[in-house]
T-cell receptor, first 111, second 109 residues
Framework: NAGVTQTPKFQVLKTGQSMTLQCAQD?????MSWYRQDPGMGLRLIHY???????DQGEVPNGYNVSRSTTEDFPLRLLSAAPSQTSVYFC??????????FGSGTRLTVV | LAKTTQPISMDSYEGQEVNITCSHN???????ITWYQQFPSQGPRFIIQ???TKVTNEVASLFIPADRKSSTLSLPRVSLSDTAVYYC??????????FGPGTRLSVLP
C-alpha cells in the first residue's frame, strides 16, 4: 500500500515553461487536493477534487490547472511557470472521515 | 471554515510533557478537531483527531473541553525527534483543510 505518491521529487523550470506534477493514490480515496507551501508558511490550497470528473478552485488557483479523470490520479499542471511559483507542492487524499494523507512533496524552483 | 489560533513557537526539553493549546471559537457542531505534525521537507502527518472530551493514542492525547472552543494536544515525554511544526485544524468530513502557520516545537537536549 503506497499511499500518496508524488513525482517528481525535485524540478527546476525556466520562466514560461509548463509542466505537470503527478499525484497518485492507491487507497480509493474520493477527495484529493493540491497544496503549496512557501518557506516558513503553512500550506495553502490550490485545487481540490471530490471525485472523478469533479474539480474546484482553492485559495490560490491562478496559474494552475487540474483534472481528475480517474479516482487514483490528480495531476497539477503549471501553465506558464513564474518565479512566484517556486514552492513545495503537496498532494493529499482523503476518504472523508479520517482526514488527509499527504504525499512527500515536489520541490519546484522556477528560475 | 473555522479559524484556529495556536502559539507560533514553543521550546521544551527532552523528557518533558508538552501541551499545545489551540483556540477555535467558531467551531461548528459537526466539526472535528485534528492535529498534524510536519517535519522539514516532508508532508504533514496525522497525529490525532477528536470531537469532544479526551482522545488518546500511542503518540499523543487530545483534550477537548465541553464548549469545544479550544483543544490541547499533549505530547508525553518528548524527544529530540519530536521537533516539528504542529498544526491544529478544524474541519467537517469532506471539507478541505485550512492551514494556519502552526506551532514550531523545538525540543532541546
Amino acid at each position: 500500500n503506497a499511499g500518496v505518491t508524488q513525482t517528481p521529487k525535485f524540478q527546476v523550470l525556466k520562466t514560461g515553461q509548463s509542466m505537470t506534477l503527478q499525484c497518485a493514490q492507491d487507497m480509493n480515496h474520493e477527495y484529493m487536493s493540491w497544496y503549496r507551501q512557501d518557506p516558513g508558511m503553512g500550506l495553502r490550497l490550490i485545487h481540490y477534487s471530490v471525485g472523478a470528473g469533479i474539480t474546484d478552485q482553492g485559495e490560490v488557483p491562478n496559474g494552475y490547472n487540474v483534472s481528475r479523470s480517474t479516482t487514483e490520479d490528480f495531476p497539477l499542471r503549471l501553465l506558464s511557470a513564474a518565479p512566484s511559483q517556486t514552492s513545495v507542492y503537496f498532494c493529499a487524499s482523503s476518504r472523508g472521515e479520517r482526514g488527509y494523507t499527504f504525499g512527500s512533496g515536489t520541490r519546484l524552483t522556477v528560475v | 471554515l473555522a479559524k484556529t489560533t495556536q502559539p507560533i513557537s514553543m521550546d521544551s526539553y527532552e523528557g518533558q510533557e508538552v501541551n499545545i493549546t489551540c483556540s477555535h471559537n467558531n467551531i461548528a457542531t459537526n466539526d472535528y478537531i485534528t492535529w498534524y505534525q510536519q517535519f522539514p521537507s516532508q508532508g504533514p502527518r496525522f497525529i490525532i483527531q477528536g470531537y469532544k472530551t479526551k482522545v488518546t493514542n500511542e503518540v499523543a492525547s487530545l483534550f477537548i473541553p465541553a464548549d469545544r472552543k479550544s483543544s490541547t494536544l499533549s505530547l508525553p515525554r518528548v524527544s529530540l525527534s519530536d521537533t516539528a511544526v504542529y498544526y491544529c485544524l478544524v474541519y467537517n468530513y469532506g471539507q478541505n483543510f485550512v492551514f494556519g502557520p502552526g506551532t514550531r516545537l523545538s525540543v532541546l537536549p
